[in-house]
C-alpha cells in the first residue's frame, strides 16, 4: 500500500477521460445484452454499495472471456450512481465507475485491436503458468505480474477469476490467496450464471436470446491473513463462488455445459 493516486491516470497511465470513453462506448454497446433481449438478475449490490474505493478484490466463476466482466461494469458503475440491483437506468455510463481493474490473459488481450481496446478498459495481464497457445507448460510466476495487480488494488477495485479458466469446477489456483495474504484486500465472492449458455466462450457472439442471466454479490469473506494457509484461503473460496467439488451435484447443467 502506500501509492499515491493519480486524479487524472489510471494505475497503469491509462487517461481517465480515455477510460471514461471507452466505458462508455462499450457500455451503450453492450447494453442490450444484459437488458434488452436477455436479463441480468443482480443480488447482493448491498455487499459492495459501502465498500472502500480501494483495496477490494472481487473473486468469481468465469464462463466467458469478456461478457462476464463487461456485465461488472455495468453493475459497479450503476451502484456508484445510487441504483441497487438494477441496470436500468443506463444514466450510469456518463459517469462510470473508472477506478477498477479486472486480471485477464496476456494472450487473449493481445489478439487483435479489439482485445486492446478491451485492455484500456481495465485490464491486468498476465502470462498463464501453466497454458499458452492450448498446451500445457510449467512457468514461473512473473513477480512483476504480482506487483502490476496490488498496484491496480492500491488504485481500486480488482476483478480475478481464480480459476483461470472458463471450464466449469476447475481448481482454484493458489496465486490467487498469496495475493490476498500479502495485500489484505477486502474480498468478495461473486457467483454468475447463464453467460455460458447466451455467448460464444470469447463473449463477442451472441448463441441464444432470451437467457436470464445472473449475478450475485455475496458478503465479505471472513480471512484471516496471518494465520490461514493458502490451501485454506483457496478453498473457502472456491466454495464463495459456488465452484468445489460439493457443488458438482448442485449444480450439473452447469457441468456439462461447456464451450465448443
Excluded at 477506478?99 to 498463464?128: C, I, N, P
Excluded at 445472473?214 to 494457509?229: A, H, Q, R
Aim: charged share 25%.
Amino acid at each position: 500500500m502506500g501509492r499515491k493516486k493519480n486524479i487524472f491516470l489510471d494505475a497503469f497511465g491509462t487517461p481517465h477521460i480515455l477510460k471514461r470513453f471507452i466505458i462508455f462506448v462499450l457500455g451503450s454497446i453492450s447494453y442490450s445484452r444484459y437488458n434488452g433481449f436477455n436479463k441480468l438478475k443482480i443480488k447482493g449490490t448491498e455487499n459492495i454499495s459501502s465498500l472502500p474505493d480501494r483495496n477490494v478484490l472481487f473473486v468469481s466463476n468465469h464462463q466467458t472471456y469478456f461478457a462476464d466482466v463487461s456485465a461488472m461494469y455495468h453493475v459497479f458503475s450503476s451502484v456508484k450512481n445510487g441504483f441497487q440491483n438494477s441496470i436500468h437506468n443506463p444514466i450510469y455510463l456518463l459517469n462510470p465507475k473508472i477506478d477498477m481493474y479486472y486480471v485477464a490473459a496476456k494472450e487473449t488481450m493481445q489478439k487483435g485491436l479489439l482485445t486492446r481496446l478491451f485492455a484500456l478498459a481495465g485490464a491486468v495481464t498476465v502470462k498463464r503458468t501453466w497454458r499458452e497457445a492450448g498446451k500445457t507448460i510449467n512457468r514461473k510466476v512473473d513477480l512483476k505480474e504480482i506487483d502490476n495487480i496490488e498496484k491496480a488494488l492500491d488504485q481500486g477495485w480488482v476483478i480475478t477469476f481464480p480459476q483461470g479458466t472458463t471450464t466449469a469446477f476447475a481448481p482454484g489456483r493458489k496465486g490467487t490467496a498469496h495475493i490476498i495474504k500479502n495485500q489484505k484486500p477486502i474480498v468478495i465472492p461473486v457467483v454468475i450464471d447463464g453467460f455460458r449458455r447466451a455467448y460464444d466462450k470469447k463473449g463477442l457472439l451472441i448463441k441464444k436470446r432470451g437467457v436470464e442471466q445472473s449475478m450475485t454479490f455475496k458478503p465479505p469473506m471472513n480471512i484471516d491473513y496471518e494465520n490461514d494457509s493458502t490451501k485454506k484461503i483457496i478453498d473457502d473460496i472456491m466454495d464463495a463462488i459456488e465452484q468445489s467439488e460439493k457443488f458438482i451435484k448442485v449444480k450439473p447443467l452447469e457441468s456439462k455445459v461447456k464451450n465448443k
